[in-house]
C-alpha cells in the first residue's frame, strides 16, 4: 500500500513545522491545567480533565517527536506534586501517538474506518499508556505516596483498577470529541505534519 499524500509528506520525525505545532497544543495543555480546570478522581490524588484533548490530537498530528513535546509540556503542571509521574505518563502516551496515527490509521484507512481507527488510538493511549504510567511513575518516583496518591491501593494493579475506572469519562469524552475534531478537519489538516 502506498502512503498517500507521499509528495507532500516528510520523514523528517523534527519537521521544524511539526516541533512549533507540538509546543503549541503542548503549552494549551498545560495552560488548563495551571488554570485548574480539573476534577478529582474519586480514590485517586489524580485529576480528570480536558488537556488530553490537545494532547492526543497535538501528538498524533506532529509525530513522535512532537509527541514527546507535548507530552513533557502537558505532564510537568501535574496537580497534587507529582510531575515526574504526569511526564512518564504523557510522554509514553503522547509517543504512543504521534507513532501510531501516521502508520496504523492515516496511512491505511479513509472515513469512515480511519475514524474508527482513531477512537481505538485514544482508547489505547489512556489504558495502555497513560493510566499505566501514571501508577508506574507515582511508584518509581513517588514511592512513599503511592498507598496516599491512589486511596490505599497497594499493588500495581490496584491502583491501575482504581485510576482506570475513574478515567471511563474522561476516556468516553475525549475519544468522541476528539473523532469529531478528525471528521470536521479538512483532509490536508488531517495530515502528520513530519
Not at 39 to 44: E, L, M, V, Y
Not at 76 to 101: D, R
Not at 137 to 154: K, S
Not at 156 to 167: F, I, K, S, V
Amino acid at each position: 500500500m502506498t502512503p498517500r499524500d507521499s509528495s507532500t509528506q516528510t520523514n523528517r520525525p523534527f519537521a521544524p513545522r511539526a516541533l512549533l505545532v507540538a509546543t503549541v497544543f503542548g503549552l494549551v495543555a498545560s495552560a488548563i491545567v495551571l488554570a485548574g480546570l480539573t476534577i478529582p478522581i474519586g480514590g485517586t490524588d489524580i485529576v480528570t480533565d480536558p488537556r488530553e484533548i490537545f494532547t492526543t490530537l497535538g501528538a498524533a498530528l506532529t509525530g513522535p517527536a512532537g509527541g514527546v513535546i507535548v507530552g513533557v509540556l502537558a505532564g510537568l503542571p501535574e496537580p497534587n506534586g507529582i510531575p515526574l509521574a504526569g511526564v512518564l505518563a504523557h510522554v509514553a502516551g503522547g509517543f504512543w501517538m504521534g507513532v501510531s496515527y501516521k502508520k496504523l490509521v492515516y496511512e491505511r484507512f479513509e472515513v469512515p474506518a480511519l475514524l474508527a481507527g482513531w477512537a481505538v488510538l485514544v482508547v489505547a493511549y489512556y489504558f495502555v499508556f497513560l493510566v499505566p504510567g501514571f501508577v508506574i511513575g507515582v511508584r518509581v518516583f513517588y514511592g512513599q505516596a503511592f498507598t496516599t496518591v491512589f486511596d490505599e491501593a497497594t499493588s500495581l494493579a490496584g491502583a491501575y483498577m482504581a485510576l482506570a475506572r475513574g478515567a471511563v469519562p474522561e476516556v468516553v469524552l475525549t475519544t468522541v470529541f476528539t473523532t469529531l475534531v478528525v471528521l470536521a478537519l479538512p483532509r490536508k489538516y488531517r495530515r502528520p505534519l513530519w
